[in-house]
Nanobody
Framework: QVQLVESGGGLVQPGGSLRLSCTAS????????MGWYRQAPGKQRELVAT???????NYADSVKGRFTISRDYAKNTVNLQMNSLKPEDTAVYYC???????????WGQGTQVTVSS
């Protein structure tokens, strides 16, 4: 069973930055895609950003130009750099990893991001 562990969440003021990391128990290169999702109170979980094994990225319109997804093969992590944070970015952020064409679809336990003054 693959484990994904998120870190880096916390409380930040509007306009500030945070960097989330997702460490996988399997090689990140073994996944077709990895990504970050978030869920705010009372709302459905939504896509934030994804990164495929070929390097293609996809971002939610609400975070384009502010968030950047990247990977570090040496540390076996997928990261989310979040800049110019807004109160509406407040949510629990989840890491996801998938192997396309298989049932493999893994989630981390989530990390809280709160943007507030």
């Amino acid at each position: 069973q693959v484990q994904l562990v998120e870190s880096g969440g916390g409380l930040v003021q509007p306009g500030g930055s945070l960097r989330l990391s997702c460490t996988a128990s399997a090689r990140i290169s073994s996944f077709s895609a990895m990504g970050w999702y978030r869920q705010a109170p009372g709302k459905q979980r939504e896509l934030v950003a994804t990164l495929t094994v070929l390097g293609s990225t996809n971002y939610a319109d609400s975070v384009k130009g502010r968030f950047t997804i990247s990977r570090d093969y040496a540390k076996n992590t997928v990261n989310l750099q979040m800049n110019s944070l807004k109160p509406e970015d407040t949510a629990v952020y989840y890491c996801n990893a998938q192997r396309h064409g298989t049932p493999d679809d893994y989630w981390g336990q989530g990390t809280q991001v709160t943007v507030s003054s």
